[in-house]
């Protein structure tokens, strides 16, 4: 079956980075597109960021643009996420997702919490 295993979140002060790593199974990965979602405590789910399955197409979250950077390793059934200059409000829930024509996937999420 589908699988998604986020990692690499944790607590980090304002201004550091972290890189993301979503590992996929179950699913032909390479043609994919996968995302980046994120979920704060009392806000909505926001798509931080996508990537198509070659790699070359990427968009991202006005809030995250400049910061945050997409990109994926086929080879390895990875997508990752590097996030520069994280400010407190980008403390969330990090979650991976992907879709078919009749479901949609998703991992457990990793926490990325920013704080002084």
């Known amino acids: 079956q589908v699988q998604l295993v986020e990692s690499g979140g944790g607590l980090v002060q304002p201004g550091d980075s972290l890189r993301l790593s979503c590992t996929a199974s179950?699913?032909?990965?390479?043609?994919?597109?996968m995302r980046w979602y994120r979920q704060a405590p009392g806000k909505e789910r926001e798509l931080v960021a996508f990537?198509?399955?070659?790699?070359?197409?990427?968009e991202y979250a006005d809030s995250v643009k400049g910061r945050f950077t997409i990109s994926r390793d086929n080879s390895k059934r990875t997508v990752y996420l590097q996030m520069n200059s994280l400010k407190p409000e980008d403390t969330a829930v990090y979650l991976c997702?992907?879709?078919?024509?009749?479901?949609?996937?998703w991992g457990q999420g990793t926490q990325v919490t920013v704080s002084s």
């Open positions: 997702h992907t879709r078919s024509a009749i479901a949609e996937y």
């Open positions: 179950g699913f032909d990965f390479s043609t994919e597109t």
């Open positions: 990537i198509y399955s070659g790699g070359g197409i990427k």
